[in-house]
């Protein structure tokens, strides 16, 4: 089992930034890759970011290209988003998640079913 735990949401004008972080404890030696995602409200989970938790390789959704950064530190096992030049309709709970397992092929990074562990997410608005 791996635990994830989200922190550093909250309130934040628009062009501004915030950094969440997803600290992963239990078996996080079995992680293939994290990844962010985030819900708006009454809206479907979307895919963010991902990052493989060995090789360092990236991806990104769309929307966020070029605005947000994902990294990772291994020693500490916490995963990071950093979120510049952020718009209202960047507003959601985002989400950290985890998987254990090799996962190769279109949707492997983006696919909320792709990943196996989720954190209990955390708040993030925009007010424009």
């Known amino acids: 089992q791996v635990q994830l735990v989200e922190s550093g949401g909250g309130l934040v004008q628009a062009g501004g930034s915030l950094r969440l972080s997803c600290a992963a404890s239990g078996r996080t030696f079995s992680t293939y890759a994290m990844g962010w995602f985030r819900q708006p409200p009454g809206k479907e989970r979307e895919f963010v970011a991902t990052?493989?938790?060995?090789?360092?390789?990236?991806d990104y959704g769309d929307s966020v290209k070029g605005r947000f950064t994902i990294s990772r530190d291994n020693t500490k096992d916490t995963v990071y988003l950093q979120m510049n030049s952020l718009k209202p309709e960047d507003t959601a709970v985002y989400y950290c998640a985890s998987r254990s397992y090799y996962c190769s092929g279109d949707g492997c990074g983006s696919r909320p079913y792709r990943y196996n562990y989720w954190g209990q997410g955390t708040q993030v608005t925009v007010s424009s």
């Open positions: 990052i493989s938790w060995s090789g360092g390789s990236t």
